[in-house]
């Protein structure tokens, strides 16, 4: 990234915000360094000796670098179900590789509310909380690697609090994510299940919240020349355009989840909008069938900063149609559907044309419906990769 312009955020900050003097940022540097086994047995000493270096950076304004890999996608070529899944759910778990993940963990900073100190809502990259530094509404702490909201009492409250930082945030165009503005509200939840506050979609990857969504896979069952019934699967291509995986393979249905939206009533708006499916048909015949988790570590195609994070939670359905019922776009997001057979879709999913989290939605499907079973390589590992449990509060 960049180095921010804080003196050009704060003109953005309302007038009716308390002012605080803004100190300088300093620029920070990402290093694209891989870390590989051998790297991370050092990895607490790197990051003390980081916390050191960004201290006296702030003091000197000098740049700070950060020793963190650049996410990359996995080669095609072609890739396994568990690759499919490795892309997506790549936060690093601390069962598999403590120091990763006590590195990201310990480089990260956690995202609070004053009201609730001991639970984390998300995890911020240094660069992105250090643009927070004496802005109105936050307390950053370097000590606890902490960024915490400290206006507010309830969520209208807070929700007014980061709606005007974000919307600052914006105005200074810094960041690449924001310019893919939806005026979409995300919901944050307490460790009740409370809502404490809600946020910009564009900026939720900014701070590392936990997103809801609603993937739906729709499909057919046809005989044909006298054969056993066999399944057809509705396939989109994202259109080029899109900011976000452009030219990509997705699920039938697939959108996010806003404050106050019911999945259900979520999927049935995202049906009519995305794919013109009849309203009737889709609350009639849809079935909910469970969730997808991951953690993603996001890479250049999710569109504007890397390294920044994404816990998700994907509400899943099915939906069997008849021959005579056709997704058709209905806006510029979609280029066009395709009927594919089940062995079309593997391939597509072995050679990497899948948007990573609709190809966990597809693995999903596949378990469900016998296409993968536990003679496949790697089920067991499959099934409970796609139902991670995250580490942040959810709904």
């Known amino acids: 990234m960049n180095s ?31 870390l590989d086994d051998a790297e991370t047995s050092h990895l607490d000493e790197q990051t003390a000796d980081d916390s050191r270096q960004a201290a006296e950076a702030i003091a000197e304004d000098e740049p700070i670098s950060m020793v963190l890999a650049e996410p990359k996608p996995i080669p095609a070529g072609p890739k396994s179900n ?3 899944i490795n892309e997506c759910d790549n936060f690093p778990y601390h069962q598999k590789n403590t120091q990763l993940y006590l590195a990201y963990i310990n480089t990260y900073y956690g995202l609070y509310v004053k009201d609730y100190p001991n639970t984390e809502l998300g995890y911020i990259l240094p660069s992105v909380a250090e643009v927070f530094r004496g802005l109105p509404d936050w307390k950053l702490d370097d000590a606890e690697r902490s960024l915490t909201l400290i206006t507010g009492t309830n969520d209208e409250e807070r929700s007014r609090a980061v709606a005007a930082t974000t919307k600052a945030m914006r105005a ?8 893919g503005w939806r005026d979409e509200l995300y919901p944050v939840y307490g460790p009740d299940r409370e809502l404490l506050f809600s946020m910009e979609r564009a900026a939720s990857a900014l701070f590392g919240i936990v997103t809801y969504g609603v993937h739906m896979t729709a499909y057919t069952m046809k005989a044909e020349d006298g054969e056993d019934e ?31 939206e019911s999945p259900f009533e979520s999927l049935v708006r995202e049906a009519q909008e995305e794919a013109s499916l009849p309203e009737d048909i889709v609350r009639r015949d849809v079935k909910a069938v469970g969730t997808v988790t991951y953690f993603h570590i996001r890479d250049h195609r999710a569109g504007g900063e890397t390294r920044l994070l994404q816990p998700e939670v994907q509400y899943v359905y099915d939906l069997e149609v008849a021959e005579d019922v056709v997704p058709k776009p209905s806006d510029d997001e979609v280029a066009g559907f395709e009927l594919k057979t089940v062995d079309e879709v593997q ?10 989290n609709c190809a966990l939605v597809l693995l999903d499907f596949f378990i469900r419906h016998n296409v993968l079973t536990s003679e496949d390589p790697g089920y067991i590992e499959m099934v409970a990769r796609l139902h991670r449990h995250l580490e942040f509060p959810t709904r």
């Open 4 to 34: 921010f312009n804080l003196s050009k955020l704060k003109e953005y900050i309302p007038s009716e915000l308390p002012k605080v003097s803004l100190p300088r940022m300093p620029s920070f540097k990402m290093s694209g360094t891989e």
């Open 82 to 84: 568990l690759d499919l």
């Open 172 to 179: 200074t165009e810094h960041f690449e994510v924001l310019k």
């Open 230 to 260: 066999a399944m057809r699967l509705w396939v989109p291509r994202r259109a080029a355009s899109k900011q976000t995986y452009g030219g990509m393979l997705d699920n039938t249905v697939a959108g996010g989840i806003s404050t106050g």
């Open 347 to 356: 391939q597509a999913l072995r050679d990497g044309e899948f948007k990573p």
